[in-house]
C-alpha cells in the first residue's frame, strides 16, 4: 500500500491549514463590503401565537433605519429541504410557532440602531396554547401547529421486512424498552452569518455561511420570487457545520430582501443565542425498542417505533426518519424487522440534520436493547454482535447493496485491542467496558441532488492545476481531499493545486455537504475530472515518445512510459508539449459523478439500495464511575472504523477524533434545557461540551476494504463515527454501575438514582 | 461620544476613535481589521477571541478597549514571521490541529502564553493551559500534539 500512491494515502497537511493558523482566511463575519449595512432578526417571544398586526412606524422613523420587511410584505412561498415537505415561511406569516421565529428582519446603518429598530417594532398577538412534547402533540385534541396537515404528525414512515410475528414467536428471550435521546446542539464554533448585493442588473450575490450552496440558491430563489439565475450563492470558508448549516435561514433571506430594497450590501450575523434557539437542533427522539434473540444470539425480529420531536418546522423531515428507518436494517442481519418513524409537530426550536442525521438516537435505543438481551441469554456483547454483523455481498433483506463491509474486522479488532476477554465483567466496581456498532452511508440515491461535477483546469506552462468543485468544505477537510485526488491522478503535488469551490455561478452543480456523500461524489468527479486532462496531455507526450498513451504514468512531477522511467518528461514538459502542439489551452478536464439510482429505496417503496456505499464503525468505550458523586468520566474509546481506504489518515483520525469528543459529549454532558418552549442554556457555560481536560483517549484501528466504486478505494469517514460513542458509553456505564441508562445524557442524578434503585431491590430480595 | 485613543497591536501603535464601552474584540475586528481574532460568543464563554495583553491570553469580548491602552496587544496577525508560519502554527498545520480553523487563532495565542511561562509543560499543563478554548471539530487531541511538538522543538 505504501508505495502504491504519492498522495493519495499520505498524511499532507490541509492546504488551507496555513491559512487558518495564520488567521487569513475568510469567514463571513470578516468580509466587508462599501456601504454595508447591518441587519437584525426580530424574533417571537411566545411558542405559539397568531399575528394580529405589525406596527412597524416607529422603527422606520428612527434615524439610520433603511429597510424593514415582515412577513405580510414577502411572497407567500415555504421552503425546505425535502421539496413535498416545505412549510416554512422565511418569516413568519399569520402566526409564529416556536420562542425565537422569525417575525422582521430590519437593516441599518449599525448594530446598535438595528436592535434599537427591533424595540421599536410593536408586534400584537394572540396567544395560541402550545404543545411541547411530541407524545401529547399526537393526543387528539392537541393544539394544532400546522393546520393544513390536519394533526401533529407531519411525516409517517413504515418499513416491513419477513414476518415480525413468527420471528418473535421463534425467539427464545425477547424485551421492550422505551428509550429517550435529548436534544443536542451543533455548536459549530462560528455563528451564522449572511451577505447580500443586489446589483443594478437585477442580480443577488449572497455569501453565507451555507453548507450547501446549490440547495441555498433553490430556497432563496423560491422565497425570493426570483429565477434561480438571478442569484449567486458563494460559501467563504465556514467555521464548522455539522449539518446545522444546510438550511435557508432568515439571516439569509433578510440580507437578500433588505439589500434590493435598500440598495446597499447587508450582512448579517447571529449571535450565540440565535445559534442555539433559531438555527437547528438534533431531534429529541422517543424510541420504543422490541427485540427478540434466540439462544445461540440470532437476531430474529426486530420491531422498532420512534418519535421524532421536529419542533415548529419540518427542516429535513421527512428524511430524518427515513434514515432512522434505513439504519434499524444495517449494520445487523435482521430478517424480521418492522420500523415505525413519525416526525411530530411541536412549538419549539426546530430539529435539523446534525451528523449522524437521525442514526445515534435510534442506534442508542438498539444497542442498549442488545446489550440487554445478551446480559439475559448470558451471551458476550462482542459475541452477539460478530454472530449478527452484515457481511459484503450477502443477500440483504432490504435490498441493500454492500460491496465492502469490514464490521467483523471493526469488531475483532477493537475488542482485541481492548482486551474484552481478560476484562469484560472482570473490572472493580466503578470501572467498565462497552461495546456498539453502526454503518453510515456515502450520501444518498434516493436525493434530488445525486451528482457532482468537477473541472480540472492548467492553464499556464508552470503547470500548476485550478480544480472547480461544488463541494463545500465546512472544516471537515473537502478542498484538500479533492485536491490530493486530483494531484494523485495528474502526478502533481499538493503544491501545484488550487482549489476554488462551492460558488453557484463558478463551480459545477453538488449536493453539498450533506448524507456523507462528498467523499464519493466529489471525490469521483475530480477524479473523473482529472483523468480527462491527464488524457489529453497523455495523447500528446504518446505522440511524442512514439507510445501509446495507455503505457504512460503520471507520477511525482513526471510523465514517463510504464516499466522505463528514465523515458519520459517533466510534468512541465509535459504541459508545454501540449500548448506547443497547438493544442487548445487551457486544457480542461471534464468530471461528472452520478450515483447510479435505477431502483433506489423511496420513503413509499419497502425495498432498494439507498447509497453506493456504507462505511462501518465499532466502537469500545472505558468509563469510570463515582459511585459516591455518579460522575462518569470516559478514558478511551477505541474505534474500529472501515472507511473504505483512508485519502488523508490524518484527516480521518481528526474526524474521528472529533466524533468521539461529540458522542462522548451527547453521553454525558450536552442537553438542551427547556422550559415550556424556551431554551434555558443558550451559552457554553450552561451547555456543557467537551474540553481539552474531559477529552478521552482515542484509538484509531483502520480498516481497509477498499471499495470498488469509491475513488481510490475510499468510503465515507467523518460521520458515522459519531454514532456508536454515546451506546458504547451507555453499555461500559452499565458494566460499571449495574446502571441502565435508558435516557440521556447520563447525569450523575440518573446513576444515584440507579444505584438507590439496586441497592433497594438488593434489600428486597435479601 | 467619541474619544481617540492609542492601542499597542502587534508591536504597532494605532490611533483610533471609538466609544467608550467597545470591547478589545470590536475594536480589533471593525475598527483595525485584525479579523483574524474570532468572534464565536461574545460573552466570555469559547475562547475564539483570546489574544495576549501583555503577555497574558485575555478574552477581547470582555475587555474594554480602553483597557488595552498602554498594553502590548498580540493577535494572530503578528505570529508569522514576514509571512511565515512561526514554529507553533507549522506544528498545527503539520499535526492536523486545524480543521474548520474558527478556534484556531485563540487556540494559537493560548498556547504560545503557556509556552513563553512554561516552555517544557507537561500534557496535563497542556490541556490545562486550552481548556478555556472550545473547539467542535478536532476532540483537542492533535491541537495537544501540536503544541507538545512545538515545545519540544524550542519555540
Redesign the interface.
Known amino acids: 500500500m505504501g508505495n502504491e500512491y504519492s498522495v493519495v494515502g499520505k498524511r499532507l497537511p490541509r492546504i488551507d491549514a496555513h491559512g487558518k493558523a495564520l488567521g487569513q482566511m475568510q469567514y463571513i463575519e470578516d468580509i466587508v463590503l462599501p456601504r454595508m449595512l447591518c441587519g437584525k432578526i426580530l424574533r417571537s417571544p411566545l411558542p405559539h401565537a397568531k399575528i394580529l398586526n405589525i406596527d412597524t412606524s416607529k422603527a422606520e422613523r428612527l434615524p439610520g433605519v433603511k429597510g424593514i420587511v415582515t412577513g405580510k410584505g414577502i411572497p407567500r412561498k415555504t421552503y425546505g429541504i425535502v421539496p413535498k415537505a416545505h412549510d416554512e415561511y422565511a418569516l413568519a406569516i399569520d402566526k409564529v410557532r416556536y420562542i425565537g421565529d422569525d417575525v422582521a428582519a430590519v437593516a441599518a446603518v449599525d448594530e446598535d440602531t438595528a436592535e434599537e429598530a427591533l424595540s421599536l417594532i410593536k408586534v400584537d398577538y394572540e396567544p395560541l396554547p402550545a404543545v411541547f412534547d411530541p407524545e401529547e402533540a399526537i393526543k387528539p385534541g392537541a393544539p394544532l401547529i400546522h393546520e393544513e396537515y390536519g394533526s401533529n404528525i407531519s411525516a409517517k414512515i413504515l418499513k416491513n421486512f419477513g414476518d415480525i410475528d413468527k420471528g418473535f414467536a421463534e425467539a427464545d428471550y425477547v424485551r421492550e424498552d422505551r428509550f429517550y435521546h435529548q436534544a443536542v446542539n451543533h455548536a459549530p464554533l462560528e455563528p451564522h452569518g449572511a451577505i447580500a448585493l443586489y446589483d443594478a442588473r437585477g442580480k443577488f450575490t449572497v455569501w453565507s455561511s451555507t453548507q450547501i450552496p446549490f440547495f441555498m440558491r433553490r430556497n432563496l430563489a423560491k422565497t425570493l420570487d426570483v429565477p434561480e439565475s438571478d442569484v449567486r450563492v458563494i460559501k467563504p470558508t465556514v467555521g464548522g457545520g455539522f449539518g446545522q448549516k444546510l438550511d435557508l435561514f432568515a439571516k439569509d433571506f433578510g440580507a437578500a430582501w433588505l439589500a434590493r430594497q435598500t440598495g446597499r450590501p447587508v450582512k448579517i450575523i447571529y449571535n450565540r443565542e440565535e445559534v442555539f434557539t433559531c438555527t437547528r437542533q438534533r431531534h429529541p427522539m422517543v424510541i420504543y425498542v422490541k427485540t427478540g434473540i434466540k439462544k445461540d444470539g440470532t437476531i430474529v425480529a426486530q420491531h422498532c417505533r420512534i418519535y421524532a420531536d421536529g419542533g415548529a418546522y419540518n427542516s429535513t423531515a421527512p428524511l430524518i426518519i427515513t434514515l432512522s428507518a434505513y439504519f434499524m436494517m444495517i449494520p445487523y442481519m435482521i430478517r424480521n424487522l418492522r420500523f415505525e418513524g413519525h416526525h411530530v409537530y411541536t412549538n419549539k426550536p426546530v430539529g435539523g440534520a446534525m451528523r449522524g442525521h437521525g442514526i445515534p438516537q435510534v442506534r442508542f435505543g438498539c444497542e442498549s436493547s442488545l446489550d440487554m438481551l445478551a446480559e439475559e441469554a448470558g451471551i458476550d456483547p462482542v459475541a452477539l454482535r460478530l454472530k449478527n454483523a452484515l457481511r459484503a455481498n450477502e443477500p440483504h433483506p432490504a435490498q441493500y447493496k454492500i460491496y465492502t463491509c469490514g464490521l467483523s474486522e471493526a469488531i475483532e479488532k477493537t475488542a482485541e485491542s481492548m482486551q474484552w476477554k481478560d476484562r469484560y465483567g472482570k473490572l472493580p466496581k466503578g470501572h467498565g467496558i462497552g461495546i456498539a456498532a453502526s454503518a453510515y452511508p456515502s450520501g444518498l440515491n434516493n436525493m434530488s441532488h445525486i451528482g457532482a461535477g468537477a473541472i480540472v483546469k492548467i492553464q499556464q506552462d508552470d503547470g500548476s492545476v485550478t480544480l472547480l468543485s461544488g463541494a463545500a468544505d465546512i472544516g471537515q477537510g473537502a478542498e484538500s481531499m479533492l485536491a490530493q485526488i486530483a494531484a494523485e491522478v495528474l502526478g502533481v503535488t499538493l503544491q501545484e493545486m488550487r482549489v476554488l469551490a462551492a460558488d453557484t455561478e463558478l463551480t459545477p452543480l453538488d449536493s453539498g455537504t450533506f448524507g456523507s456523500g462528498v467523499t464519493f461524489r466529489a471525490g469521483n468527479a475530480a477524479r473523473l475530472a482529472a483523468l480527462d486532462a491527464r488524457k489529453q496531455i497523455a495523447d500528446v507526450v504518446a505522440d511524442k515518445l512514439e507510445v501509446s498513451p495507455d503505457d504512460l504514468v503520471f507520477r511525482d512531477k513526471r510523465v514517463f512510459v510504464q516499466g522505463s522511467s528514465d523515458k519520459g518528461m517533466s510534468w512541465n514538459e509535459a504541459i508545454k508539449a501540449v500548448q506547443y502542439a497547438d493544442k487548445p489551452m487551457p486544457i480542461v478536464g471534464r468530471g461528472f459523478y452520478h450515483v447510479d439510482a435505477v431502483e433506489p429505496t423511496t420513503l413509499l417503496t419497502q425495498e432498494g439500495n439507498f447509497s453506493p456505499a456504507y462505511s462501518f464503525m465499532a466502537q469500545g468505550a472505558e468509563v469510570k464511575v463515582d459511585l459516591e458523586t455518579g460522575q462518569v468520566k470516559v478514558l478511551k474509546v477505541t474505534a474500529g472504523h472501515d472507511c473504505g481506504f483512508a485519502l488523508n489518515p490524518i484527516s480521518v483520525e481528526g474526524q474521528l477524533e472529533g466524533s468521539v469528543a461529540g458522542g462522548a459529549g451527547q453521553a454525558i454532558y450536552e442537553d438542551i434545557d427547556w422550559d415550556e418552549g424556551r431554551i434555558r442554556n443558550t451559552n457554553f457555560l450552561d451547555y456543557k461540551m467537551l474540553t481539552s481536560l474531559e477529552m478521552p483517549d482515542v484509538e484509531n484501528i483502520e480498516v481497509i476494504t477498499n471499495d470498488p466504486y469509491g475513488p481510490f478505494g475510499a468510503k465515507e469517514a467523518g460521520e458515522g463515527t459519531i454514532i456508536p460513542t454515546a451506546a458504547c458509553i451507555t453499555n461500559a456505564v452499565y458494566n460499571a454501575t449495574g446502571v441502565r441508562i435508558k435516557e440521556l445524557p447520563i447525569t450523575p442524578e440518573k446513576i444515584l438514582k440507579g444505584l438507590e434503585e439496586l441497592k433497594a431491590k438488593a434489600a428486597a430480595k435479601a | 461620544m467619541k474619544q481617540l485613543i492609542e492601542l499597542k497591536v502587534n508591536g504597532e501603535v494605532y490611533e483610533v476613535a471609538i466609544e467608550s464601552h467597545r470591547t478589545l474584540l470590536e475594536v480589533l ?1 471593525e475598527s483595525l481589521g ?10 466570555g ?2 475562547g ?1 477571541c483570546t489574544v495576549l495583553v501583555n503577555g497574558k491570553p485575555i478574552l477581547s469580548c470582555l475587555m474594554l478597549a480602553t483597557d488595552a491602552i498602554g498594553a502590548e496587544i498580540e ?3 503578528g ?2 514571521i514576514t509571512g511565515k ?1 512561526s514554529p507553533l ?2 506544528a ?5 490541529a ?8 485563540g487556540m ?1 495565542l493560548s498556547a504560545k502564553a503557556l509556552l513563553r511561562e512554561n516552555p517544557k509543560p507537561t500534557e496535563r499543563e ?3 493551559a ?15 500534539e501540536a503544541i507538545k511538538v512545538a515545545a519540544e522543538s524550542n519555540v
Open positions: 475586528r485584525f479579523v483574524g481574532t474570532k468572534r464565536g460568543c461574545d460573552e464563554t469559547c475564539a493577535t494572530i496577525e505570529q508569522a508560519p502554527q507549522k498545527f498545520v503539520d499535526y492536523g486545524i480543521q474548520c480553523g474558527f478556534c484556531s487563532p494559537i497542556i490541556k490545562e486550552i481548556s478555556g478554548n472550545l473547539c467542535r471539530c478536532t476532540g483537542y487531541i492533535k491541537i495537544v
